[in-house]
């Protein structure tokens, strides 16, 4: 990490761990207190808490970076949005899909009540997915054999959420890379499947288990589609760190879950096919460097989570003032040498964060090698089928 790029980072950072770790405080005590008497008041005390934390993040894009999200869709999905319960489906096209998701959530009014569905080793970031497990996301471990029952058990908990809520999945099972689309096209042409350009292979094992158990209570799918103008650099983790701009283009569709096929293979196959039309959209929108045909939605840029940085701001600024004048800390070597662990500490998790965040060190999962046709044309099981 650059002098230059630490010497902003480091306090944004600072702030982010420290009123983090309040907010994890709150959630245990809450988690221990309230949740064996009322799961449900947990859970509407938890959306608030946690949101308090997520603000800060859609603060980085929304006011600190001024990244610009414009927002296609239909008139009656815009209104729809956060006022029902939803299965959300995306390609993994940039390092902050998830924080996409996040301001999408924030405007709609349900950032406290959004989950997703993550790899297991995200409940092990301090602050960050310590607040995420307290909210309820599900942590999977990328094999089936492990992941069936806990996905499965994980859903069934959300049948009696009170509030509205967003469960993302994205079902190509990894970042996209280069490396990992030029794989999935070296796939797709040795079994027969339609070769990707714009997307990775959907992995639909955990689309359809999703399916098949939110299908009583949640009414809707929204399959978005987030794609990077030619004119934009990708936004990273690091960018909008620097206050670095940039500029995405999200495509989101409302697809009526009573309208999905009642048979596993046939709900794997209509996720299939929505990934083939979402190459299709995205060969559009790098010809036009639009998604035209749908309505552009004004998100605008709320003040809220501008609002809650300043007043997390000031508490620290105020709490880190009364300490060093109780504890003197700045006036004796042994003193600064703490404050000097402290601040290093803060830097090495925001670089752990950093890169944790970044498309080209995920790793894809783990797949089995494609079955050679069986006579007569019938192609075995596909990638997707096997290991999701």
Wanted: aromatic share 10%; hydrophobic share 45%.
């Amino acid at each position: 990490m650059a002098i230059a790029a630490a010497a902003v980072i480091v306090p944004l950072g600072l702030l982010f761990f420290v009123s983090g770790l309040f907010v994890n405080l709150v959630q245990a005590v809450v988690f221990v207190l309230i949740r064996p008497l009322s799961k449900n008041t947990y859970r509407r005390i938890n959306r608030v808490v946690a949101e308090l934390l997520w603000l800060e993040l859609v603060w980085l894009i929304d006011w600190w970076a001024g990244v610009k999200l414009k927002i296609f869709t239909d008139h009656e999905t815009f209104n729809l949005m956060g006022k029902e319960h939803a299965l959300v489906i995306s390609n993994h096209k940039s390092d902050i899909d998830w924080l996409v998701g996040w301001v999408l959530a924030q405007r709609s009014g349900c950032l406290g009540s959004t989950l997703a569905v993550m790899k297991k080793s995200s409940k092990f970031l301090p602050v960050i997915g310590w607040s995420m497990w307290f909210s309820e996301y599900l942590f999977l471990e990328r094999s089936w054999a492990k992941d069936e029952s806990t996905l499965k058990s994980g859903l069934k908990r959300l049948k009696d959420y009170p509030l509205p809520f967003w469960l993302a999945l994205f079902v190509e099972g990894t970042r996209f890379t280069q490396a990992k689309l030029l794989a999935a096209q070296q796939y797709a042409a040795s079994s027969g499947l339609p070769v990707p350009r714009n997307v990775l292979i959907p992995r639909t094992k955990g689309f359809v288990s999703s399916v098949s158990h939110m299908r009583s209570f949640v009414p809707a799918i929204y399959d978005v589609t987030v794609a990077i103008p030619k004119t934009s650099a990708p936004p990273t983790m690091l960018r909008l760190f620097k206050g670095q701009s940039s500029v995405l283009h999200v495509h989101l569709k409302r697809h009526l879950m009573k309208d999905l096929p009642e048979s596993d293979d046939a709900v794997a196959q209509w996720c299939r096919n929505i990934f083939v039309e979402k190459d299709a959209l995205l060969d559009k929108h790098n010809a036009e460097d639009t998604f035209s045909g749908q309505e552009l939605q004004d998100i605008g840029r709320p003040i809220k989570s501008l609002l809650v940085v300043t007043s997390w701001a000031v508490l620290v600024i105020f709490g880190a003032v009364k300490f060093l004048q109780w504890s003197s800390l700045l006036s004796s070597w042994k003193g600064l040498a703490f404050t000097g662990i402290g601040l290093g500490i803060v830097t090495l998790l925001m670089h752990i964060l950093i890169l944790f965040s970044q498309s080209e060190r995920s790793t894809p999962a783990k797949v089995a090698p494609a079955k050679p046709k069986k006579e007569g044309g019938e192609s075995s099981k596909t990638e997707t089928d096997k290991e999701n």
